[in-house]
């Protein structure tokens, strides 16, 4: 789901940290916060939603992570969980084996399976959404968020809200780490979500 805030919409892209932002608006935005549409709302459904309420398109954000981070923590969700964060109707990619779920979801989405869901929820264009983002600065890239939309909220408490489903932290599933050959060819499949959202290497 989206949440909605008095001035601004945060969509939650799977894997990005959107569990521990929900709780930090929760525990430090001033004003009520709503949930809408189904589980990670993507941009277009969000808009849907809002304009069919009659509401105005508020400062809409969200939140993107390394494409190579992001296999990983979905992997190590998948083997703590049972679940994938995916649509019920997707293809399944899920298996024990973290090369074998990665050229899995290669298989499916041939133009790059995080670069694709990314632009669900990020737009195709520059300018599309007001804030992306990185889980790799998670608190600092909210705060700019929640200034930029001119929300009350107390920075205090939100940097003091603890991280949520850290992979491998319930079960001590352990990630097997990239091959050179894999790590090569994720760079290369997705390249567009690396340029785009400033994953260099």
Request: with cysteine; charged share 25%; aromatic share 12%.
């Amino acid at each position: 789901m989206a949440y909605l805030l008095p001035n601004c919409l945060i969509l939650h892209i799977p894997k990005t940290g959107s569990d521990w932002v929900r709780a930090a608006c929760q525990e430090a935005v001033e004003g009520s916060i709503t949930e809408i549409g189904e589980w990670h709302c993507d941009l277009q459904t969000a808009k849907k939603i809002l304009l069919e309420k009659g509401l105005e398109i508020p400062v809409i954000g969200t939140f993107v992570r390394n494409p190579l981070d992001w296999y990983r923590s979905a992997w190590l969700y998948w083997k703590e969980t049972g679940r994938f964060p995916r649509r019920d109707d997707d293809p399944k990619v899920e298996t024990d084996d973290f090369e074998r779920f990665v050229r899995n979801c290669m298989a499916v989405e041939p133009k790059g399976y995080v670069s694709t869901l990314y632009e669900r929820f990020t737009g195709f264009n520059p300018g599309e959404i007001s804030v992306i983002g990185k889980q790799e600065n998670l608190v600092n890239d909210l705060i700019r968020l929640l200034k930029l939309a001119g929300e009350t909220f107390d920075a205090a408490k939100l940097r003091a809200v603890k991280p949520l489903n850290v992979g491998g932290v319930k079960t001590g599933a352990s990630f097997p780490g990239y091959s050179y050959e894999l790590l090569r060819e994720v760079i290369q499949f997705e390249q567009r979500a690396m340029e785009r959202y400033g994953y260099f290497f």
